[in-house]
């Protein structure tokens, strides 16, 4: 075959809490990892949204970080990339498995020839995964994860290099209308800027309220934006985002934590015949409270934009290489971000996407 997928780790059931590192025993080229993970629900009260439970995901060569996320931003960046909905099934069902299967990309699709990790480039790459079982639902029983390689076998290429992808910066925001100065990387061209803007109940901008990039001390400014109108404009480049929620209802209600967090909209049908299914109030951000007029389950599908509070910032082209940002010329390159009103209360975080060449 020209391309295989292959198994770099079997399902594993991992420990509570710790860092499994798998070696990347691969000599060809590859185009995709794929990240299985699974979570087996204790209870009905869910404390956070299942990818909090991979705190961090990373692909290193020694001192060398090649990429590395938290769970949430690689849930996210699977739909920015490809602009399809990374597999995703929630739940609060005692005894069922909540799964995500989450991509990241080499290339600027699967099996791009041009762009693709050459792991044969490296000395030593390891997959690096951080994990806590309980951070989605404190009496969750086990978890497992199972990663995949989308290779490339037969079809021989020479990719000129591959997508890197890093959060930059976390912090927490500060008060209302204050400014966060953060420098930009300048040694590989950039693809796209990813800000996630994050507080339980609030919309993305709301925590990160306005992005302003300035080149050379203000010299040039080649994005200066308030959020909210970069959301309506991005979002009308992407399709919604769809998940599968089989959520276990009562009349006092359930808080849950669903993927999008803006223009979210819930759908679907009650098990219990003649229950009617309502929600706390609008907008649906997340965490929200639903509600059945009688004790249940439902089977919902969820809508929306903005993964996780993600908002991208895309340079050029994205199909098109030589349109993407080029900053290594440049001596400074700085972001600005404004805090909204959630004001201390949110998280901020920056990630990049560069084309490292080889």
Not at 66 to 91: E, I, N, V
Not at 159 to 185: C, Q, R
Not at 317 to 344: C, F, N
Request: proline share 4%; charged share 20%.
């Amino acid at each position: 075959m020209k391309q295989r997928i292959t198994e770099v780790l079997p399902e594993t059931t991992l420990d509570a809490t710790g860092t499994k590192i798998i070696d990347l025993d691969l000599t060809d080229p590859v185009s995709m990892l794929l990240f299985e993970y699974k979570n087996t629900r204790g209870s009905n009260t869910n404390a956070a949204h299942i990818a909090s439970c991979l705190t961090k995901v990373e692909l290193i060569d020694g001192a060398d970080v090649l990429f590395s996320l938290t769970g949430k931003q690689l849930h996210a960046l699977g739909y920015f990339d490809l602009g399809k909905t990374p597999y995703t099934f929630l739940t609060n069902a005692v005894g069922v498995m909540e799964i995500l299967a989450l991509q990241y990309h080499f290339g600027r699709s699967l099996w791009d020839t041009q762009l693709a990790l050459d792991p044969k480039r490296f000395r030593n790459p390891q997959i690096k995964v951080t994990f806590s079982l309980t951070a989605n639902d404190a009496s969750a029983s086990a978890h497992t994860l199972r990663i995949l390689g989308y290779v490339f076998d037969e079809k021989a290429i020479s990719p000129m290099g591959f997508l890197m992808t890093k959060e930059l910066k976390a912090y927490d925001a500060g008060s209302e209308g204050s400014y966060e100065y953060t420098d930009l990387p300048t040694d590989h061209v950039m693809r796209k800027l990813l800000v996630q803007g994050y507080y339980a109940d609030y919309q993305p901008w709301q925590v990160a309220n306005e992005i302003r990039i300035s080149e050379e001390n203000d010299k040039k400014i080649p994005v200066d934006s308030k959020v909210s109108a970069l959301m309506k404009a991005m979002n009308t480049l992407y399709p919604k985002w769809h998940e599968m929620l089989y959520a276990v209802l009562t009349s006092g209600g359930a808080d849950f934590y669903w993927t999008p967090n803006f223009d979210v909209i819930v759908s679907g049908l009650s098990e219990t015949a003649g229950a009617v299914l309502s929600v706390e109030g609008q907008p649906l951000t997340s965490p929200k409270k639903l509600y059945s007029s009688s004790s249940g389950n439902a089977v919902l599908e969820v809508m929306g934009y903005n993964p996780h509070g993600v908002v991208p910032v895309l340079f050029g082209d994205q199909d098109d290489p030589a349109d993407w940002y080029d900053v290594t010329k440049l001596g400074s390159l700085k972001m600005r971000i404004k805090s909204g009103s959630a004001g201390t209360n949110g998280d901020i975080a920056i990630i990049t996407q560069q084309m490292r060449k080889v």
